[in-house]
């Protein structure tokens, strides 16, 4: 029996309007076909968001056809004849026996795929950072008619401007990442183990809100004293104490696109060290979401912040944000200065206020924003406070 | 202020020997300078579990040194101090405005570190399938008088068999990942949202058992009717309906760990074909798991078990299933036919019987368990039966 197409996050005409937006891209670089790998990017093109990128997969955009093909295991086969737009005649499985196989793995399919799609004497782009070295040496090896350039990035710059639809995704996780915070500041209590209120934490980001469930787990960080110095451990295996402070970063995840929020707590009254670093950083935050502005830079965004903590006697070394979308962090636009990025409406930032000033003490405070026409909207709602329990 | 070292998982000599084995690997390949960047094989070799591989960072084991240096971000770098065994200045931080700079980057600290070590012109393996490509044409760039040679899985080959420590860990695991599947046969109820009941399973995974939480959340796979052909997509939006399948894929984490668990369920009685698909792939199961003892190979293991499904009448395309530890699988020897890595005690594998038969049917089982001296050591202990709803 033939598996039936699941309900898709969004129309068909919106991935037609992304592929036709990423083949004028191909058309600028005189790129034929173009290999999709990072499964961020395959995720944009198609609504695919099943877990598979750990073997080798590809969805290929050929300039003149309407509907990119996906490649890929075939146990994987179904999951993207349910997710994807295409039809099913667009997704290619490739058998078994080329999983764990070193004489020839899934790579070779999507080469055989490209010579039957007459491109194998055209020119190919791969996302080569995107895939291991011994794949990029044989689409070389086994196209050596082709022109294979670099196309790394392209697809991911693209979805750096987000469509209204996925703005409204994104509303939703962030609705989520809300919850979450304020849940948390319910389950954090001394004498509490950090897993117990991580687990309602987390519960809360599947749960979802506004009958939305999260559909993916994004990032749960939470680094309590003495950790709130460090931003990427797990959570410890003891309970909270009196006087300890806690960083909280978390996303709210559907259909494979997230919203960033952190926020701080302090069991007891915060300490004047921890009140003074907030106090600075909300007003850098606000001074950063005031440079918002199509037209503007993220170089000026970053300095706006760094300018107003500066004058409370602090500095943040880490960048002020990155963009954001679809599997967290878009590896393109950094709010840092000298990142001359210039801001469009619709463009979405993770502004990562995280700042962590010394081995161990730090302070986290951030929002998901995306670019108006004459300014930022924020996505992410929680009280900008210190969360004291 | 210096950050304090946490809680190790591990005791010092433990990760001594580990790397003990290491170099005698690095002895037999010629090689003086080993760069670790897989992020699992780094948490190996040190204990450090916090999430920052997306950004350069290495570990380098140098044949001649006790301990190896970690090179990374500088603000991962208090996690690393907190968190790795090593002493202190084997922890060595590159500055933040190398993050999201096309000129230089992580990988040049990492360069320049190897420079310092003295071993320019010696010979420097590298794990090139976990390195995008330009890292490594800088790595040959920049180190002319180095042999660049690569050794990708030459540590994770080494991971397969684990220590006694290890399946100490894995078994707190398994553990977890028992309870979990027992805690869905609860929450899986005709009419609640499938999200509401993974965020109790996930609960589950976080809060632990015995005491001993889990520290990451590995895989939760739960695909539902019409599903149940697929493996790897995410729940869905909707709610459990009378007579639906479920198939659950989890496991328990900690310290890294990880200890993979598979089971169906099933809302009212199994109908025919799922009753007998199960009947036939627990006979397989346990002819797989009677087959497993030092000196046999995958490949044996792999035989028995379809040998025993292809007598009820059923084949599974994909293979028994993987070695398994740290991060999930680890992608070196496979339970399938023809592959002939040879048995060792203390091997640990996820036993991986999910058969997805048809593109809207499938059915999973599976254990996780590690090779002793006589036999199989299944450390997962749910029952093997079709939980009926």
């Known amino acids: 029996m033939t598996i039936t197409k699941g309900p898709q996050a969004f129309p068909r005409a919106e991935f037609l309007r992304r592929l036709g937006t990423v083949k004028e891209e ?3 670089r005189n790129v034929d076909a173009l290999v999709v790998s990072d499964p961020n990017n395959i995720t944009y093109l198609t609504g695919y968001t099943a ?3 750990y073997v080798p997969q590809g969805l ?8 990119p093909s996906f490649i890929l295991r075939q146990c994987d086969a179904p999951a993207a004849l349910h997710q994807a737009f295409m039809d099913r005649n667009k997704v290619i499985a490739y058998p078994e026996y080329l999983i764990g196989n070193p004489e020839k793995d899934g790579y070779d399919t999507l080469i055989d795929f490209l010579n039957d799609a007459g491109v194998a004497n055209r020119t190919i782009g791969l996302e080569q950072n995107s895939l291991p070295v011994t794949a990029t040496e044989k689409f070389k090896r086994r196209l050596p008619k082709a022109k294979v350039v670099d196309c790394t990035l392209a697809v991911t710059w693209i979805r750096l401007v987000k469509s209204d639809l996925e703005i409204e995704v994104m509303r939703e996780c962030a609705a989520i990442s809300d919850a979450a915070v304020l849940r948390a500041a319910e389950v954090i209590r001394p004498g509490v183990r950090e897993a117990d209120a991580v687990a309602e934490i987390v519960g809360t980001l599947v749960r979802g809100v506004n009958g939305k469930p999260g559909t993916l787990i994004k990032l749960v960080g939470l680094c309590s004293s003495p950790r709130t110095g460090t931003c990427h451990i797990p959570w410890s295996e003891d309970v909270f104490r009196d006087g300890s402070q806690i960083n909280l970063e978390l996303g709210g995840s559907r259909h494979g696109y997230a919203a960033g929020l952190m926020r701080t707590y302090s069991i007891g009254a915060p300490n004047d060290r921890l009140q003074r670093i907030h106090d600075a950083e909300v007003e850098g935050l606000e001074a950063a979401l005031g440079a918002v502005r199509p037209g ?14 500066a004058k409370r006697g602090f500095k943040k070394d880490t960048r002020c944000g990155y963009a954001h979308g679809i599997g967290w962090l878009e590896p393109t636009a950094s709010l840092k200065e000298g990142d ?11 502004l990562m206020l995280g700042n962590w000033v010394d081995e161990d003490f730090g302070y986290v405070i951030s929002e998901t924003f995306r670019v108006t026409e004459k300014g930022a909207d924020v996505l992410t709602s929680a009280p900008r406070k210190i969360f004291q329990i």
Request: overall charge negative.
């Open 26 to 28: 191909m058309g600028r």
């Open 340 to 350: 001359m990025t210039v801001l469009k409406p619709n463009m979405t930032f993770h």
């Open 60 to 67: 290929v955009v050929l300039i003149d056809e309407e509907e």
């Open 51 to 53: 877990v598979s990128g």
């Open 296 to 309: 503007a830079t993220c170089s000026d965004v970053a300095e706006a912040f760094n300018r107003t903590i």
